[in-house]
């Protein structure tokens, strides 16, 4: 018994959608970027700014820029850190 005619349409149909669906990736590929940093793929929805010969996200930089201004109070406790180390290993004739 031969396939009745709506479902070959559907299959005929399915098939054309496919093809839009490949085509219209490859069109939209050109416009992909990828965070260098946290690999987020983006098509233009979310903001990335060139740097050098890679993208970054802007999430990636404000996440920089919180380092960047709490750096003074890392650096601060890193050298404390050393500090009572060192006051420590002096303690125990290290």
């Known amino acids: 018994m031969p396939d ?4 070959q349409d559907l299959t005929l149909q399915s098939i054309v959608e496919g093809r839009k669906m490949e085509a219209y990736v490859e069109h939209r590929t ?3 970027r990828v965070c260098w940093l946290c690999g987020t793929v983006s098509y233009r929805k979310v903001p990335m700014k060139n740097v ?3 993208w970054v996200c802007i999430d990636c930089f ?4 919180e380092v960047i201004i709490n ?6 406790e890193v050298q404390l850190e050393k500090e009572m180390s060192r006051k420590m290993d002096e303690g125990f004739g290290i």
């Open 52 to 54: 050098g010969s890679r």
């Open 71 to 76: 750096m003074d109070k890392w650096e601060a």
């Open 4 to 7: 009745d005619p709506s479902r």
């Open 62 to 65: 404000r996440q920089i820029r």
């Open 30 to 32: 050109k416009d992909m």
